[in-house]
C-alpha cells in the first residue's frame, strides 16, 4: 500500500500520539507521509475540500463543513476534562461588554466554547472579536493592545509569565453546564479509502497511543524536535493534559461531548446542523 498522506501539528500532543505510527514502529499499519502544520492550516484544507491528504488533524468546530468527504475516526484527538481555553485579560475581574477580544481562530473550537460561554455570561456581547496568530496575542493582552485574549494549548501554562490574568475557563464553563468533557482536535480520513481502510487507520492510531503511553522516552526526541522551543516541563504538561483516555477511544461520553458541542453551536448559528449518521464510523 502506498504512504498515506497525513497532517497534524508540531504541539507535543501529536508528535506523541504518532510517534510510533510515524516511525514505522506500528504492526502493520499504514505506512505514513508526514506534513505539520498548525490546525488553522488544516482546517481551511479540509473545508476547502482542496487537500492532497488523506488523513487531517482538525477542529471539532470545523466537522459540520467537512463530515460529507471525511469520518471521523473514534480516536487519536484531544478530548478531555480540565483542557478548555482559557480568556486572560491585563487586570483581575475585567468587564468584558463591549471590549475586543482577539482569538486564534474562527474556525477553532476555542472559538464555539468562547461563544457558547458569551451567550451565557455576557448578556451585552463583546465589541470586537478580532483574528490574530496564537503566538501573539498574550503579548498583545500584556502589552495592551487588545482588551482580552482567548487563549489555547500550553498558554494555560505559560500566561502567568506574561503578568496575565484568567478571566475566565471556557472548558470549566462547558463541563458545568453539560458535564460533558471537552472536545478539541479531531483526527480525520477520506471517506473514499474505504471503510476497510479507514478501520486499519483508526486501528493504528489507537495502537500508536498505547505504545506512546507504554514506553514515553521513546517519542521523547520526536517530541523535542518539534516542540519549538518549549520548555520541556511545560511539553510534559501538554501531553499529560491532552493525551487521555478519549485519544485511544472517544467512547460514549467523547461521542456526546461533541454532539453536545455541535448542536448547541447549531442552535446558536454558529455551524451548520449535523444529520443524524454524521458521526458515524466508518
Not at 508528535?15 to 488544516?42: G, K, M, N, Q, S
Not at 488523506?54 to 463530515?67: G, M, R, T
Not at 460529507?68 to 482559557?86: H, M, N, S, V
Not at 474562527?106 to 468562547?114: I, Q
Request: charged content about 25%.
Amino acid at each position: 500500500m502506498k504512504k498515506l498522506k497525513i497532517a497534524y501539528s508540531p504541539c507535543p500532543n501529536d508528535t506523541f500520539v504518532f510517534d510510533a505510527w510515524a516511525h514505522d514502529r506500528v504492526p502493520d499499519a499504514p505506512r505514513l507521509d508526514v506534513t505539520f502544520a498548525d490546525i488553522d492550516i488544516t482546517n481551511g484544507w479540509a473545508e476547502r475540500g482542496d487537500s492532497e491528504h488523506d488523513v487531517l488533524k482538525v477542529s471539532y468546530a470545523v466537522l459540520p463543513w467537512i463530515l460529507d468527504e471525511y469520518a471521523l475516526l473514534p480516536c487519536g484527538g484531544a478530548l478531555g476534562r480540565g483542557c478548555g481555553p482559557l480568556i486572560l485579560t491585563r487586570e483581575p475581574g475585567v468587564d468584558l461588554t463591549g471590549k475586543t477580544i482577539a482569538v486564534p481562530s474562527e474556525r477553532s473550537t476555542a472559538y464555539l466554547l468562547f461563544r457558547l460561554w458569551a451567550a451565557d455570561v455576557l448578556p451585552g456581547g463583546v465589541g470586537n472579536v478580532v483574528v490574530m496568530p496564537f503566538h501573539e496575542i498574550m503579548p498583545a493582552v500584556r502589552d495592551g493592545r487588545i482588551d482580552a485574549g482567548l487563549v489555547i494549548h500550553e498558554a494555560r501554562f505559560t500566561y502567568q509569565d506574561y503578568g496575565l490574568h484568567c478571566l475566565a475557563d471556557m472548558g470549566e464553563h462547558w463541563e458545568n453546564t453539560t458535564g460533558l468533557p471537552i472536545p478539541l482536535g479531531a483526527i480525520v480520513a477520506k471517506r473514499s479509502l474505504g471503510e476497510e481502510t479507514l478501520r486499519r487507520l483508526a486501528e493504528s492510531a489507537r495502537t500508536s497511543v498505547r505504545m506512546a503511553w507504554d514506553d514515553p522516552e521513546a517519542s521523547r526526541p520526536y517530541v523535542v524536535e518539534h516542540a519549538q522551543e518549549m520548555d520541556p516541563k511545560v511539553a510534559d504538561q501538554h501531553i499529560g493534559l491532552y493525551v487521555n483516555e478519549f485519544t485511544a477511544d472517544l467512547g460514549e461520553n467523547g461521542y456526546a461531548a461533541v454532539r453536545g458541542l455541535l448542536t448547541r453551536a447549531a442552535a446558536e448559528g454558529l455551524v451548520p446542523p449535523l444529520g443524524p449518521d454524521a458521526l458515524r464510523f466508518p
